[in-house]
């Protein structure tokens, strides 16, 4: 029997979802690349996921560093940075952690001691520690040293540090900004020497690997402020929506076999979907992870039976349109006006005639080239334009939402 506590589908949180659906290309690029390059001592950069809101981003990193953490990786924790908050204590606390998981803690060098007394003091003060110690080491200067003998430790044991900072964009403060990403770049260019088979010393760099997310705001401000070292330690991708055959294919395990769940009579029995119940939440959904969660669980409660037809997922939806416009609106809202302004124009427009020329004339300029900036931060920044010929959507509910009465569901 289908009730809310047995339901795998969870729309907004930050858990790695049991419904896991595409992000192949990033997941096989923490397994195929960032991960061994960094264990065979191989340049790697960070990478940097950014895209709008609710498109898995958290989801995402969290499920690389839970396959880390279950390969016997050190793993931090989702260090979320509060909107101004110090991320620099957030950093450090959780780098003492991870030295005491290395067992530095208990080292008796002096070089070790001395470096997480440092790191100690800047859990406690954060960036305000450089302007009370002008002298002193910076910060950022104690992290990397830090998380350098973390590395070293890491090499001794086989294993790799991975370190996950979310919500990024918060980072507010100029100099914050560029300590952390400093600190976490110096970590990650940093090469010791170790011995090869047969005594020579050859470098190499640390087995840490970083992953920054947020936000698509972010890289203007990491842009503007550490352009260029930002730019050379860190790869960044910007997820978009998710496609309707991955989304098909994270459902047929409800097709084939059926999603166990526990029965009233202490067993198991299966709860599963007609294809035209996968359809109908692919196609609501429009690519989006949240929503896509949310039509889910609302079709999970629509009924209690064991199958999930098409009519319960529309009459689940129903109850999840204001939800799903609300998330739609949020989006729009975070947009500068002119980005929005662009959007609307562009959606107004017949498909065919959305060209770059048209979408300005709509917004009352003669000048195209006015809108070129507006035009690439929509496509290369948020992943919600594509700047085609015709120009189309990438983010499939925003235009939905533009374009037509979704969230409302056609009758019949
Ligand atoms: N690959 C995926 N397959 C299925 N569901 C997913 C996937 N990624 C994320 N989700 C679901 O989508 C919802 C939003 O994911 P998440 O919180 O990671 O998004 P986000 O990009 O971090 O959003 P925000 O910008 O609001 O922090 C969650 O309910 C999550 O379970
Ligand atoms: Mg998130």
Not at 136 to 163: D, F, K, Q, S, W
Not at 166 to 174: G, L, P, R, S, V
Not at 217 to 243: H, K, N, P
Not at 306 to 328: C, F, K, M, N, Y
Request: with cysteine.
């Amino acid at each position: 029997m289908r009730k809310p506590l047995n339901s795998p589908f969870n729309p907004g949180s930050d858990s790695v979802p049991e419904i896991w659906a595409g992000r192949t290309a990033q997941l096989s690029d923490w397994r195929d690349v960032v991960r061994p390059r960094r264990l065979a001592g191989l340049p790697e950069r960070g990478r940097t996921i950014l895209g709008e809101a609710g498109l898995g981003k958290s989801a995402l990193v969290r499920r690389i560093a839970k396959e880390a953490s279950a390969a016997g990786d050190w793993v931090t924790p989702q260090l979320r940075v509060p909107s101004g908050a110090d991320p620099l204590k957030l950093l450090a606390a959780a780098m003492l952690a991870l030295a005491e998981a290395a067992g530095l803690a208990s080292a008796r060098e002096q070089r070790i001691r001395a470096a997480l007394d440092r790191v100690q003091a800047v859990a406690v003060s954060g960036i305000s520690l450089t302007i009370r110690q002008a002298d002193g080491p910076e910060p950022y200067a104690a992290l990397t040293e830090l998380l350098v003998e973390i590395g070293r430790a890491a090499i001794g044991r086989g294993n790799l540090v991975l370190i996950h900072i979310d919500e990024i964009q918060n980072i507010q403060d100029a100099a914050v900004l560029s300590q952390l990403l400093i600190a976490l770049g110096d970590a990650l260019a940093h090469e010791v020497e170790v011995e090869a088979p047969g005594g020579v010393l050859v470098s190499r760099t640390l087995p840490i690997a970083v992953y920054l997310t947020g936000l698509p705001e972010f890289l203007e401000m990491a842009g503007a402020r550490s352009g260029a070292t930002f730019a050379r330690r860190f790869q960044t991708v910007t997820l978009v929506a998710i496609d309707d055959d991955e989304l098909t294919a994270a459902l047929q395990p409800f097709v084939i076999e059926g999603w166990a769940v526990p029965d009233d009579a202490g067993g198991m029995t299966r709860v599963r979907m007609e294809p035209g119940a996968v359809e109908a939440i692919a196609e609501l959904c429009c690519g989006e992870p949240f929503l896509f969660q949310l039509a889910g669980e609302r079709a999970w409660y629509a009924d209690i039976d064991d199958v999930i037809t098409r009519p319960q997922v529309l009459a689940g939806w129903e109850t999840a349109r204001s939800e799903a416009a609300s998330h739609v609106e949020r989006i729009l809202q975070r947009l500068p006006a002119k980005e929005l302004d662009f959007v609307e124009a562009m959606a107004a427009l017949p498909v065919s005639d959305r060209t770059l020329t048209q979408i300005a004339k709509r917004m009352g300029s003669d000048k195209a080239s006015d809108l070129g900036p507006t035009s690439q931060r929509l496509d290369t920044a948020r992943g919600i334009v594509e700047r085609g010929r015709p120009y189309t959507f990438r983010h499939r509910a925003v235009e939905a939402y533009l374009t037509s009465d979704w969230p409302d569901v056609p009758k019949g």
